[in-house]
Each structure stands twice: as structure tokens, then as C-alpha cells.
């Protein structure tokens, strides 16, 4: 039965969404398929002959994938860059490499399988739960002249497993190397203790000669080490630094810097202070924490705002995305930094004038950036793009382009006065209401046939391959990466689980011991990972299409 009109349309996408996502809160053995229900409600709609306008059914798969990829680009964007420094670099190398061999077994399903190009794409897919790499799929075998439901259905076949295949490797991995995850997680928590630099306030007692008489602006090594001083006790009186102050013996100073360098700024200076100096009473100190909100401050450094020689106040911590930051002159400010300011009681109004302050307009969603966010990534996945050895170009389309463009623009902040900046719960909803009006349409389309072709046809033979291109990838890299590089069995936990983009897998990985290992891996490797998966099967296809 077709439903024509817009109406019956969206009836049926809703009736598809609301009973997947009441699906998807099931668990079976502790595991739920969360967002993925909405496809198996879709399949088993469009299996009782449940059928929209090819026309209004396409534009809907369209626009909901676009609402989920930018919002998934405006979320990892801030931390894209940062993932490839320090120990990041060799956590994306193993999550790229997941990515590699999935791909090459699905090549290799095709070539030697004899699966269909169409469903082996499906099948990477759903055998590593991906719903942009399925979009990017369906956008190129399109533009190849490929037709019918063979991806989708392959998708489905492929996806259940693609969820337990993940839990099985963590498994796998602990009993190869007789792992335990509550001596991981201690182990885990001291080694980030060790390296840590998170920032940290301390009460320092001046008892160094050397810098008796020393002017505050002359201490270079404050400035080398990252510290920033916000109060002085001198002469029983507290008051905010001032860059010309002079250090006597048995002043008490207020320091804020990286916990690591504190041993170094005990020796400049001397031992840690009896008294603490923020539980004192004074009524010409007082600090608050103000939110950057005025557009006109945007990009600014904190050396040109000199918040400290207009009004007397100093920044001693700058918060940015849940991040620490070392206020130093040439920090620039961005929209929803939180900045700790010292300073007298009067002049926490001027300040607050000055930044914005405005704890408001951080739930306020700004329509106009995302709009234009979109369009930009629009134009950008349908640019051309030439890559050596392909017989034609690549193009980003919707699963890419405004992925990129949502990334770049959330990393830089804002341009003028347009902010790209999204409230955490409006992003979550764009994300869900994309991904879900997604996945109703793909269950929807390919429900039709989709029994048969499980039951009848090779629909058995599809669950296997999915589960070599879920299992292969995963334990290989999970072994041979963990002996290589020796990373921490709850850091490849949660590396596993963003190779996957999986927050089932997350889930399950934060369960096996409190720690912030998974969560931390997960974060680092999954934007790198959201890319990969999206490019990869338009590779593939145009490869395989070339020969």
C-alpha cells in the first residue's frame, strides 16, 4: 500500500521512528540497538507493503542525513585537530587501520564472494554499524547507475552483529593477554597523573632570596612555566597582582598553573603557604566565572582586551569546551569560553560588559550559521575531486561535504559576527531527528523483499561475510596493537568502540571498570574515523566500477 502526499508521507516515517526508537531501548543480554531500531521498524513496515512517493521518500533520507552528519562534524570538530598530538597520533594510526582491513575484506567479499558491489558496501556498513558510510554508499552507486535494495538489506543483515562483534573482540583481547580491567583502570589513572597537566591552584609563601624586589613583569619563568598569579598577601592585605608588584619575604601569593610545573614554581618562589587566600575574607577580592558571549570580543586576544591595566582584574583560568587553558596575552577568546576573573567587586560589572556574560545565549540556537553551514557543505560535497589512479572523480556528496564544513567551521569559532556555535541539546536533536528520519526511509525502502532475500536468498551467507568484515579488523588490531604499542586494555576498548563509531560498544567498554579510558580513545580516534568511513566506500565503488 503507497501512501501519497506529504501527510501520509510523514505518518508513516514517524510511525517507522517512534517504534524503532521504542525498539531500539530493549536489551538483549545488556546490549540495546538504541537509534538502530529505526531501520528494523522501517523493514518491517515496508515488508507489510508499506510504501511512501519514491520522490518524498528520497528527499527525506536526504535531508535527515544532512542534519546528522553537520551536527556529528559540529561535535568533533573542536577536538579534530588536537586527536593527532601526543598520544593520539598512534590511537588514530590503529583506528585507521580498522577502517583499511574492513574495507579490503569487503573488497574482498566482492571479488572472491561473489556478493554484489551494491551489498558488499551494505555490508562494510552495517558489519561496523555506520549510517553515513551507508549513505556515501547509496550517493556513488547512484551516480554509477546502480538501482534496487540490495545495499539496505544488506545493511540490516549485517548490523545486529556488527554490535556483539565489537563486545566479542574486547573479550577476545582480555583473555589473549589475561587483561583485568579494575588493575587497567588503576593503571590507567596513574599514568594520566603522571602526565597530566591540568591546571591547579596553590598558596605560595615567598622564601627565596632571589626574587626578593622582584618585579612580577621581570619573572620570565612565570611566563615559561604557563603560571598565572591572581592574589598577593602583603602586609596582612590582600589584593589583586599588579605586573609592577614587588615580592617581599613572607608575602603569600595566589598561583594557578599546570599541576606538573608546580615543583619548578616552589623553587622560584618557596614552599607552599599555611593560609589559603581565596577562604579569606576580603572585601576588595572577590572572583567570579563570566562567560564570552559578545561577538565583539570574539577573537580577541586577552592581551588586547588588557582587562587587568583598564579594571584591575585578572583572568586566572580560561575554560573552553570542558579544556583548560593557560590565559596568557595571546590566548583569543571564542564564544562559550568560561574565564575565572579576580578582581574588586566593582569591577565585576564592567568585565561582565565587556565579554557578555550572558549564560543565556549559550541554550540559544542560532539558525542563520546553520543554515549557511549547510549550504556551504552542500556546495562543497558536490565539487569534483581527482585522485590518482581512479577513472573519475570523487565527490564528498551529502554524507561528506557538510561533514567537512561542520568540522572546519566549529573549529574556527566563529567569522565576524556569525557565531558557529550549536547548544549541546540542540545539536542532539538535529542529530537524533536526522538519523532517524534516515534510517526510516533506507528500512522503509528496502523492508520490501528483505525476508525473502534473508530466508530464500542470500541473506545467510551476507550475515556471514558481515561478521568476518566485523570480527577481522577488530581482533587483528586489537592484538597486534596491543602488543605493539602496549596501550592500556580499556584505551583499546574504547579505541575499538570509535573505529566503530559505536556508543552501544562505549557503553559496554565504560562498564567494565570506572574509568575515563574508553570515553577519552573513543573521542580521540572517532572523528578521524566519521571521515574515513564515509570516503572509504567511494572509493571502493569507484574503484571496483573502473575494473
Not at 553515513?132 to 547509496?138: D, E, H, I, N, T
Not at 605560595?204 to 591572581?230: C, H
Request: with cysteine; proline share 5%; hydrophobic share 55%.
Amino acid at each position: 500500500m503507497e501512501l501519497h502526499g506529504p501527510a501520509q508521507a510523514l505518518l508513516l516515517l514517524s510511525a517507522a521512528a517512534a517504534g524503532g526508537l521504542a525498539l531500539g531501548q530493549i536489551k538483549l543480554g545488556g546490549v540495546k540497538l538504541g537509534v538502530g531500531g529505526v531501520l528494523f521498524a522501517g523493514l518491517a513496515l515496508g515488508h507489510f507493503g508499506f510504501a511512501v512517493d519514491a520522490t518524498m521518500l528520497a528527499f527525506a533520507r536526504e535531508f535527515g542525513l544532512v542534519l546528522f552528519v553537520y551536527a556529528i562534524g559540529v561535535t568533533v570538530g573542536p577536538g579534530f585537530f588536537q586527536a593527532f598530538k601526543k598520544d593520539g597520533m598512534a590511537l588514530n594510526l590503529m583506528a585507521a587501520a580498522v577502517v583499511v582491513l574492513g574495507s579490503l575484506v569487503a573488497v574482498a567479499v566482492h571479488l572472491l564472494g561473489g556478493v554484489p558491489l551494491p551489498a558488499a558496501l551494505g555490508l562494510l556498513s552495517g558489519a561496523v554499524t555506520n549510517t553515513p558510510s551507508l549513505a556515501a554508499g547509496q550517493e556513488v552507486l547512484a551516480q554509477l547507475g546502480f538501482t534496487g535494495t540490495a545495499q539496505g538489506q544488506a545493511y540490516a543483515v549485517a548490523y545486529p552483529f556488527g554490535i556483539l562483534g565489537i563486545l566479542l573482540s574486547m573479550l577476545v583481547l582480555r583473555l589473549v593477554f589475561k587483561q583485568n580491567p579494575a588493575k587497567a583502570a588503576a593503571a590507567f589513572d596513574a599514568d594520566r597523573a603522571a602526565k597530566f597537566d591540568a591546571l591547579q591552584t596553590v598558596n605560595v609563601e615567598i622564601r627565596n632570596p632571589a626574587v626578593f624586589g622582584a618585579r612580577l613583569r621581570d619573572l620570565d619563568e612565570l611566563k615559561e612555566m604557563g603560571v598565572v598569579l591572581s592574589r598577593v598577601l602583603h602586609d596582612g592585605s590582600q589584593h589583586v597582582v599588579n605586573a609592577d608588584d614587588t615580592l617581599a619575604e613572607g608575602d603569600v601569593v595566589l598561583a594557578v598553573g599546570p599541576a606538573n610545573k608546580l615543583p619548578r614554581l616552589n623553587r622560584l618562589l618557596g614552599p607552599l603557604a599555611s593560609v589559603d587566600l581565596k577562604a579569606m575574607d576580603s572585601s576588595d577580592v572577590q572572583w567570579e566565572r563570566q562567560v564570552v558571549t559578545r561577538s565583539e570580543v570574539l577573537g580577541k586576544s586577552l592581551g588586547e582586551l588588557n582587562l587587568r591595566g583598564s579594571h584591575g582584574v585578572v583572568v586566572s583560568r580560561v575554560n573552553r569546551a570542558g579544556y583548560e587553558l593557560v590565559p596568557d596575552a595571546s590566548l583569543k577568546l571564542q564564544f562559550g569560553d568560561m574565564l575565572t576573573v579576580v578582581g574588586a567587586p566593582e569591577s565585576m560589572p564592567l568585565v561582565a560588559g565587556i565579554i557578555g556574560n550572558r549564560s543565556k545565549a549559550l541554550q540559544e540556537t542560532q539558525m542563520t550559521p546553520i543554515f549557511i553551514g549547510i549550504a556551504l557543505g552542500m556546495l562543497l560535497g558536490s565539487l569534483p575531486i581527482m585522485l590518482p589512479g581512479l577513472p573519475s572523480a570523487v565527490k564528498l556528496g551529502l554524507a561528506g561535504g557538510p561533514l567537512v564544513v561542520a568540522i572546519l567551521l566549529s573549529r574556527l569559532g566563529h567569522v565576524g559576527k556569525v557565531v558557529w556555535f550549536m547548544p549541546p541539546a540542540a545539536n542532539h536533536v538535529m542529530r537524533d531527528l536526522g538519523i532517524a528520519l534516515f534510517l526510516a526511509a533506507v528500512g522503509i525502502k528496502s523492508g520490501l523483499g528483505f525476508v525473502d532475500t534473508l530466508v530464500h536468498g542470500p541473506g545467510l551467507s551476507w550475515m556471514a561475510w558481515g561478521m568476518l568484515i566485523t570480527l577481522l579488523p577488530l581482533v587483528t588490531v586489537a592484538v597486534v596493537g596491543t602488543w605493539v604499542t602496549r596501550v592500556n586494555y580499556l584505551t583499546m576498548c574504547g579505541l575499538l568502540s570509535g573505529s566503530m563509531t559505536d556508543p552501544p560498544a562505549l557503553a559496554f567498554a565504560q562498564g567494565l571498570a570506572p574509568s575515563e579510558a574508553p570515553i577519552l580513545s573513543y573521542a580521540a580516534v572517532y572523528p578521524l574515523v566519521m571521515v574515513l568511513r564515509v570516503i572509504a566506500p567511494q572509493i571502493i565503488a569507484l574503484v571496483l566500477w573502473a575494473g
